[in-house]
């Protein structure tokens, strides 16, 4: 069936270095795409989206990659923050509905 | 613009009760969802409401039900809870729908005993 999933459930990143995080989607139908933040004991903060008629849109700090070729899509922030640690989600459009992906846990080592 | 508010932040039941959580949009969005995110696991799509009718339906039983109310406030309902009910659930509001982007709520956590 739809599914998105993500290729790692937990990155460790050294504060100040940039972080990737991955997601694979198996819909290529799919035509719109989000990332999502979670701090703990809160709900998913919108970070970023990017149409399928795109491969790359950047936000401050943060810039998303979508490779529709092998239905990949990345989540890329800059210069990692204490503050960037948290649970991300990618989602995918798919008719109409959004399948959400499992969720990637960045841990910031200082 | 004030955000997705939710009540309560907390509840704790026991088994075989019913609940109902509450979701009030960002004013302006007419389409509510509702997730249930369990530890480990992602956020696993309820169903949606728009202009008071529901649209779109996940996985779930039958206990697990809501509607939404003209001015688009929404309300979702657990009856005979299970101890695999306890989760945090997640409202979100959007402007037209689920290919919109969607703003959460910060979620209730429910606990059954």
Redesign the interface.
């Known amino acids: 069936g739809e599914s998105v999933g993500l290729h790692l459930p937990t990155l460790s990143v050294q504060e100040g270095d940039n972080s990737i995080i991955n997601c694979a989607y198996s819909n290529s139908a799919s035509d719109y795409f989000i990332w999502y933040k979670q701090e703990s004991g809160k709900g998913p903060q919108f970070i970023i989206d990017i149409r399928s008629n795109m491969d790359k849109r950047q936000g401050q700090r943060v810039t998303v990659l979508l490779n529709k070729t092998v239905k990949h899509l990345s989540l890329q922030i800059a210069a990692t923050q204490p503050g960037d640690s948290a649970v991300y989600f990618c989602a995918e459009n798919s008719n109409y509905q959004l399948i959400w992906g499992a969720g990637t846990k960045l841990i910031i080592k200082p | 613009k004030a955000g997705?508010t939710q009540t309560p932040r907390y509840l704790i039941k026991t088994r075989g009760q019913q609940v109902t959580l509450s979701c009030s949009p960002i004013s302006g969005h007419r389409s509510v969802?509702w997730?249930q995110q369990t530890p480990g696991?992602?956020?696993q799509?309820l169903f949606?409401y728009f202009s008071e009718t529901q649209r779109?339906k996940g996985n779930f039983p039958g206990r697990f039900s809501g509607r939404q109310f003209s001015n688009s406030r929404s309300e979702m309902n657990v009856s005979t809870l299970e101890l695999g009910d306890s989760a945090l659930y997640?409202c979100?509001s959007s402007r037209v729908?689920?290919?919109d982007?969607?703003?959460?709520?910060?979620?209730t956590r429910l606990t059954v005993l």
């Not at chain 2, 982007?101 to 979620?107: A, E, H, L, N, V």
């Open positions: 997705v969802s997730y696991q992602g956020l799509f949606e779109n997640l979100a729908g689920q290919g982007t969607q703003y959460f709520g910060p979620g």
